[in-house]
């Protein structure tokens, strides 16, 4: 058997680079990539930590995913060796109800990649015939480097929520959560015309760091105010009292659902992007809020892969850059430190190197 190096997650709190099988030659409709950037978010450290109900252990990990094509099955048009690939995270079936009505996000069959198929923390990881099938792969434009390209799914994640309230021209748009994921809606909501974006986190040093770079005229500090207070004046006083049309959490807050629902305008739309705890997902919500001032409240589950193909688009054609947001780099072997470092105030965007 052959090998590869790879990070392999055994269980909760087991999580180690070894030598684990390399995959062999793509069969029908598989596409074999040599990983060259996969980039770690917060769902590989719960995972790392917790493990997760759909991902059966022992599973190489990692799904924000960009390599270059090695060898490819038949069947597969369109995509040669030696090109640069990214690959969508959440794989949908492509035929039941949903996916045949352009809702492939919420698709009920939906399997992951790092989770029932090997994932990118490796050197090699095959491309399955499912995410083909979905049209699931999308060739790296040139000037986009790997790096970039592998933030494709955590902007596509965005997108699919903007899409859903409908950010557009005009809006004025809160963002709470000034981690990586704050930082790519911010630069979303810009890229759609949006009249005025706030960025806001309860953390000062991770604010500080993500505004800097995306929000460096427009932010607040929670930790310096606490009753939210200097918040809604801010929005207000950008909107001519209104409060922002549209408001994303981007935290796994239920303190920051509630106080969107608070702030928003008559006809807001909100999206509850960032998921709470398991054990404790309740809010308290003013029903008579969201009746009087006809309030939108949306979710939003990952993206499509038509989501991945325009959010590769908007980081092509630089309306959505995401190269500043790259803080920090590791190689596969130091995974563990990679994935330790998505937690700090100062890290926005991690990617891993294989
Ligand atoms: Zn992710
Ligand atoms: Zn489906």
């Known amino acids: 058997m052959t090998t590869m190096r790879g990070a392999m997650f055994r ?6 680079v070894e ?6 030659d793509p069969g029908p409709g598989e596409v ?4 060259r950037a996969t980039a770690a978010c917060g769902t590989d450290a719960k995972i790392m930590r917790h493990g997760h109900p759909r991902l059966e252990p022992p599973m190489v990990i990692g799904h924000e995913l960009a390599g270059e094509v090695v060898a490819v099955g038949s069947g597969v048009e369109g995509v040669a060796v030696g090109d640069g690939a990214q690959v969508i995270a959440a794989v949908p079936c492509g035929e039941c109800w949903y996916c045949r009505h352009d809702r492939m996000t ?9 989770y029932q198929y090997p994932g990118g923390f490796a050197e090699f990881m095959m491309v399955p015939a499912a995410v083909t099938r979905v049209d699931g792969l999308n060739i790296i434009p040139a000037g986009v480097t790997h790096a970039e390209a592998a933030v494709t799914e955590p902007l596509a994640c965005a997108l699919n929520a903007q899409e859903l309230v409908g950010v557009t021209e005009g809006d004025d748009v809160l963002v709470m959560g000034a981690g990586p994921i704050g930082c790519l809606h911010v630069r979303l909501a810009r890229a759609a015309g949006a009249a005025s974006v706030v960025l806001a986190d309860i953390n000062g040093r991770r604010l500080e ?16 105010d606490p009753d939210g207070e200097v918040l809604a004046d801010t929005v207000r006083g950008l909107s001519d009292g209104r409060g922002p049309s549209v408001i994303i959490t981007a935290a796994p807050a239920a303190a920051a659902q509630e106080q969107a629902i608070a702030l928003a305008a008559p006809q807001g739309r909100i999206s509850f992007f960032g998921g709470l705890p398991k054990d404790d997902p309740f809010i308290r919500c003013d029903s008579n809020i969201v009746h009087y001032r006809e309030l939108m409240l949306m979710g939003a589950n990952g993206s499509s892969p038509a989501h991945n193909r325009r959010a590769l688009g908007l980081i092509a054609s630089d309306a959505v850059p995401v190269a500043d947001l790259i803080t920090h780099r590791f190689g596969l ?7 330790a470092a998505i937690g700090e105030g100062d890290a926005i965007k991690v990617v891993v190197e294989p």
């Open 32 to 35: 074999l990539l040599r990983m």
């Open 333 to 339: 072997e130091d995974i563990v430190d990679a994935i």
């Open 19 to 24: 030598d684990v099988p390399r995959p062999g």
């Open 11 to 16: 269980g909760p709190g087991d999580l180690a």
């Open 106 to 114: 919420v698709c009920p069959n939906q399997t992951s990649m790092g």
């Open 209 to 224: 760091r993500s505004a800097g770079l995306v929000a460096p005229d427009a932010s607040v500090d929670l930790s310096a």
